[in-house]
């Protein structure tokens, strides 16, 4: 069975430019979720989809944007690059949201790096 | 306050010698599961164990085993039988009810094994 998986591995971008991160959950999984590793940072959660709606969103600001389409993949965007957005994006996707489905299996990330 | 503490920033273990990992919570939420994730080098978080805050007993997963004690708030990480390719990044994380079931990560423990 595949995993999550995430496009593009790397991705480099210049302060300003938007950038778009993909994700494609485990078959049968429902819900996708983006989380921001910047160094010394640790992992935050960034939002939450399930079902094509968004569930949760972080205290990230609203130039961080995303949807789930009908097939439950996940784009996430981010607006007007600055330089403290260079991290690790991961995503994961978990069976629902409810008690019981809430295990997060994770992709291998993204690796962003504004200049 | 952090929701999750792990006090180990590193860790050094012989091969085949098993290792506990710290990790403590907060939370005033009845429901809530508690989680272990492995992160090489590469970068992908792999899910390792997982804890529900109704489980009467510990859980295990091959070498994995969590020691829970809700009293205490603690769920400690112990690998039996450390092996070359337990060399990680290991994270500690909470999901409760009451947060919409987002991750809450620790700062993480850097385990490497010795040969």
């Given at each position: 069975e595949a995993g999550v998986t995430q496009s593009p591995t790397h991705l480099i971008k210049t302060r300003g430019q938007q950038a778009t991160l993909r994700c494609s959950p485990i078959s049968g999984h429902t819900s996708v979720y983006w989380y921001q590793q910047a160094l010394g940072l640790g992992l935050q959660f960034l939002l939450w989809y399930d079902e094509g709606e968004e569930r949760n969103r972080g205290n990230?600001?609203?130039?961080f944007s995303g949807r789930q389409f009908p097939n439950y993949s996940s784009e996430l965007n981010v607006n007007a690059?600055?330089?403290?957005?260079s991290a690790l994006y991961l995503c994961a996707s978990s069976l629902g949201g409810g008690p019981g489905e809430e295990t997060q299996y994770f992709g291998p990330g993204t690796r962003l790096l504004v200049l | 306050a952090q929701k999750i503490t792990q006090t180990q920033p590193g860790m050094f273990v012989q091969e085949k010698e098993a290792v506990t990992l710290d990790c403590t919570y907060d939370t005033s939420d009845p429901s809530y599961g508690l989680f272990w994730y492995k992160q090489p080098s590469s970068g992908e978080m792999i899910f390792l164990i997982y804890q529900g805050s109704y489980d009467q007993q510990n859980a295990t997963e091959g070498r994995y085993s969590l020691n829970f004690q809700k009293a205490r708030k603690s769920a400690n990480l112990v690998i039996s039988?450390?092996?070359?390719?337990?060399s990680a990044m290991y994270f500690c994380a909470m999901r409760e009810e009451l947060s919409d079931y987002k991750l809450s990560f620790g700062a993480g423990t850097t385990v490497t094994v010795r040969a």
């Open positions: 990230f600001p609203p130039r690059l600055e330089l403290e957005d | 039988a450390s092996q070359l390719g337990d």
